[in-house]
């Protein structure tokens, strides 16, 4: 009898652990870069929202879509984007017990969409995949010199990936060389389901900016309905592929037809509208947050100064200091 008591017990204790990490999600915001360094003061407000996870972005630029040669870690970038900042980044959020993602990404002249970077000669090909090599190796080895937990190989690069898929698998040999952590990728939305590498990464990485209503002021209902277009799909996706849905980036702008077209960011869009963002972003979080195949995810975006940004008035991505905060803390706070 001793003896099956304590068989239960370990059995009973074994299934409290499962459930205890089925229930473990990254919470993670995704953390702007600055022209200076981080301090404690910076970090206590994600402390506060109860994020476990950052993501620090270093940015590498081009001149335009046709343009091979990517420059970085520049004194003309700002500290947060180069590679002393992100040492600094990640080391003060450590101090404080964060896990962090290292998301370089690459900034186009006038901001135009990383997607359709596609060059126009064999030659100019070369040198994308020389230069774009070049800057994520070096920030992959600082990912490991400072011990970060995952490290995203790229952002929305669709067009690179289509036509140079055999590049891609080179670089993440190359990758694993010198980095030990995770592995992900930011695919788009619509992006994900085509590109090519899952199998040789840790998580399907998407930037979740899935259409979800059309209406105005969508309630949470109405956008839980649009997410019905997509949860069968990327479950089964998940499932296929035996590999966990990491939500890369995540969030709604705080303006009408907050759902219909979720990634622009466009400034003529400056109607503010707080209730279309946060019942938008409730939705997000009910429909995929407690779900298996689902890992969690990185809210777009929170800037260092947290007393400044955001507010009522604000027509952007950011849930500072506005209601939306006040549910995402709580979300939060419950995994």
């Given at each position: 009898m001793k003896c099956f008591i304590i068989i239960g017990l370990m059995v009973l204790l074994s299934s409290c652990d499962i459930?205890?990490?089925?229930?473990?999600?990254?919470n993670g915001v995704s953390f702007v870069a600055s022209r200076d360094s981080i301090n404690n003061g910076h970090i206590k407000p994600v402390l506060e929202l109860h994020a476990n996870y950052v993501a620090i972005m270093p940015f590498g630029f081009i001149r335009n879509l046709e343009h091979p040669r990517i420059t970085y870690n520049s004194n003309r970038q700002w500290f947060g984007e180069t590679k002393e900042?992100?040492?600094?980044?990640?080391?003060?959020?450590?101090?404080?017990?964060?896990r962090v993602m290292v998301k370089p990404q690459i900034w186009v002249s006038r901001g135009e969409f990383t997607g359709k970077i596609?060059?126009?000669?064999?030659?100019?090909w070369k040198e994308l995949e020389e230069t774009y090599s070049n800057f994520i190796l070096d920030f992959a080895k600082v990912a490991e010199e400072t011990k970060v937990e995952l490290f995203c190989i790229g952002t929305e690069l669709e067009t690179f990936i289509d036509h140079r898929p055999e590049f891609w698998f080179e670089l993440i040999k190359?990758?694993?060389?010198?980095?030990?952590?995770?592995?992900?990728?930011?695919?788009?939305?619509?992006e994900y389901n085509r590109t090519p590498f899952w199998n040789a990464l840790d998580y399907i990485g998407i930037d979740?900016?899935?259409?979800?209503?059309?209406l105005l002021t969508p309630t949470v209902e109405d956008c839980k309905q649009g997410w019905t277009n997509y949860k069968a799909d990327l479950e089964m996706f998940s499932e296929n592929l035996r590999k966990p849905i990491l939500f890369?980036?995540?969030?709604y702008r705080?303006?009408?037809?907050?759902?219909?077209?979720?990634?622009?960011?466009d400034r003529q869009m400056n109607t503010v509208n707080l209730e279309a963002q946060l019942n938008a972003t409730q939705a997000l979080f009910e429909t995929c947050w407690d779900e298996n195949w689902f890992a969690g995810g990185f809210l777009w975006k929170w800037h260092h100064k947290h007393e400044t940004s955001g507010g009522s008035e604000n027509f952007m991505f950011t849930p500072q200091n506005k209601p939306v905060e006040v549910f995402i803390k709580d979300w939060y706070a419950r995994y």
């Open positions: 459930t205890s990490n089925a229930n473990k999600k990254i900042g992100v040492e600094q980044y990640v080391n003060a959020f450590k101090a404080k017990q964060f596609k060059m126009s000669s064999e030659e100019a190359h990758i694993r060389e010198i980095y030990s952590g995770k592995l992900t990728y930011a695919a788009n939305w619509n979740a900016y899935f259409p979800v209503s059309d890369t980036e995540f969030g705080s303006v009408d037809y907050a759902g219909k077209r979720p990634w622009e960011s």
